[in-house]
């Protein structure tokens, strides 16, 4: 079965060479020095300044939080990967729901003032499938009602837009490099900070709220990354531009052969493409069944993502049905970006599409 996501695995020897590092220097975790490399590597590859290296995306999130204090309600979206509204709801916070535009498949500005209440201390946007948001907007919006901004970037790897890191935008930017993303750690993310003085307190919190002499400094979880994860990432990130060849070669076959059948999300101006996934929209959810389907019997197994609608969890209060959210949640399927099968996948869906519409 060609699944959605495949586990990149970077030239084994390298990854080898690391792993003997790592027994010769008997350092396993704790700030070792492939974190410190990979930290480094990453901030000048990405072009950001404060980065670290922590355990995974869903941690980076709720770290976030706590650095920046969040308090009351937060603002987010209903189309993004459980962990964005469950890191809220961990904290102790309540999320509260702005629906997406139903063309970039992120949260809507011209929506959000709606949403706001006094209680309202920062803002969670999400870069869908790694399309940039409405930064500017969002950035106004958060300047005058005072609100924080934390931007789940986790699908937005090398992202520009204006031509710079997407990552340095917001206080906080979160980005994951679990095992199923392009650029991965095996398990992993990175927070990029804004502010100095906070990014000092990360390194410090991320450790139990340790500093350097072992006094406790402040409330800390732990949240490090360790050193095989390092070694991977510093594996992947040598071949990354291979990877994103391949996956602009896949996408770029996609949209070409699929514009006319499907929708396809609208990229956000003066953004660039992350090539993380390739999400199609069907015209309604018994087409996407049958396209679903069609594409099982060839044993390619596409993903219904992100499904469900979060504003449908179990344990958030429901205020407002996110219609755009569930909308888009009952009829887009990810197709996979990493088998050359492109032309195979065009051929079914273009045919189910053709039996059905006829
Ligand atoms: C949009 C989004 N946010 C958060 C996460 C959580 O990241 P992690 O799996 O590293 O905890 C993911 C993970 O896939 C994600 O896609």
Redesign the pocket.
């Known amino acids: 079965m060609v699944n959605v996501s495949k586990v990149y695995f970077p030239d084994k020897q390298k990854f080898l060479n690391y792993v003997e590092k790592v027994y010769e220097s008997g350092w396993l975790t704790n700030n070792g020095p492939l974190v410190q490399e990979l930290e480094k590597r990453l901030a000048k590859h990405l072009g950001v300044k404060n980065l670290l290296c922590v355990s ?6 709720q770290l976030s939080y706590k650095l920046l204090q969040l308090k009351g309600e937060v603002i987010t979206t209903p189309f ?2 459980v ?2 509204t469950s ?1 809220i709801k961990w904290e102790g916070l309540d999320p509260v729901f702005t629906d997406i535009d139903p063309e970039t498949f992120n949260i809507d500005p011209v929506k959000m003032e709606k949403s706001l209440s006094v209680k309202t201390s920062a803002i969670v946007p ?1 870069h ?1 499938f790694g399309n940039a948001c409405e930064i500017e907007e969002i950035d106004r919006i958060a300047k005058k009602n005072s609100l924080k901004v934390i931007y ?1 970037a ?2 937005a790897f090398d992202v520009k837009y204006k031509n710079e890191s997407i990552l340095n935008y917001g206080d906080i930017s ?1 980005i ?3 095992a ?2 392009f650029f991965h750690t095996i ?3 990175a927070i990029v900070v804004k502010d100095d003085d906070l990014y000092e307190k990360a390194k410090i919190v991320r450790n139990f709220g340790l500093d350097d002499q072992n006094t406790v400094k402040t409330l800390g979880i732990n949240a490090k990354m360790n050193e095989l994860e390092a070694a991977m990432g510093l594996c992947v990130l040598d071949e990354i531009d291979t990877i994103l060849a391949q996956r602009k070669k896949s996408h770029d076959y996609y949209a070409a052969h699929l514009k006319d059948y499907v929708q396809l999300q609208r990229i956000t101006k003066d953004a660039s493409q992350s090539y993380s996934y390739f999400p199609i929209v069907l015209r309604s959810e018994e087409e996407l069944e049958n396209v679903r389907n069609a594409l099982l019997a060839e044993a390619v197994s596409p993903r219904q993502y ?1 499904y469900p609608s979060l504003d449908t969890l179990p344990y958030v209060k429901l205020r407002q049905v996110m219609r755009n959210s569930r909308d888009i949640a009952g009829r887009i399927l990810v197709v996979p970006m990493h088998s050359g099968i492109e032309a195979a996948v065009s051929k079914i869906i273009i045919e189910t599409l053709h039996k059905q519409r006829r």
Not at 56 to 61: D, E, F, Q, V, Y
């Open positions: 995974n995306g869903t941690t980076a999130l993004s990967f962990a964005t890191s999400v869908v789940d986790s699908h979160v994951s490099f679990h199923t993303k398990e992993g993310a992100f």
